[in-house]
Nanobody
Framework: QVQLVESGGGLVQAGGSLRLSCAAS????????MNWYRQAPGKQRELVAV???????NYSDSVKGRFTISRDNAKNTVYLQMNSLNSEDTAVYYC?????????WGQGTQVTVSS
């Protein structure tokens, strides 16, 4: 059974940094593309960052240059390093994987940026 568990959210001042983690289990982690999404209050969930099994990354324009996605296949964990945070980054952040036609989500971790 696939499980994704996020951690690392919290309250941070504008300009600060946070690192989110997502621990995966029940899947062949190293070959799978992993995604980070976020959902702000009253807004649709949006794709923030992607990392393929080969390590290729892609980012939304809103976070490019500030966020970095990475993975540690030995720990079955994907990370999202978030720098220069601003109030627009306040959201619940979700880890996501799509396997064999199914979509899996973590429970989400809240990130709140105070101005």
């Amino acid at each position: 059974q696939v499980q994704l568990v996020e951690s690392g959210g919290g309250l941070v001042q504008a300009g600060g940094s946070l690192r989110l983690s997502c621990a995966a289990s029940g899947m062949l982690f190293s070959v799978n593309t992993m995604n980070w999404y976020r959902q702000a209050p009253g807004k649709q969930r949006e794709l923030v960052a992607v990392i393929t099994g080969g390590g290729t990354t892609n980012y939304s324009d809103s976070v490019k240059g500030r966020f970095t996605i990475s993975r540690d296949n030995a720990k079955n964990t994907v990370y999202l390093q978030m720098n220069s945070l601003n109030s627009e980054d306040t959201a619940v952040y979700y880890c996501n994987a799509n396997l064999y036609g199914k979509t899996y989500w973590g429970q989400g971790t809240q990130v709140t940026v105070s101005s």
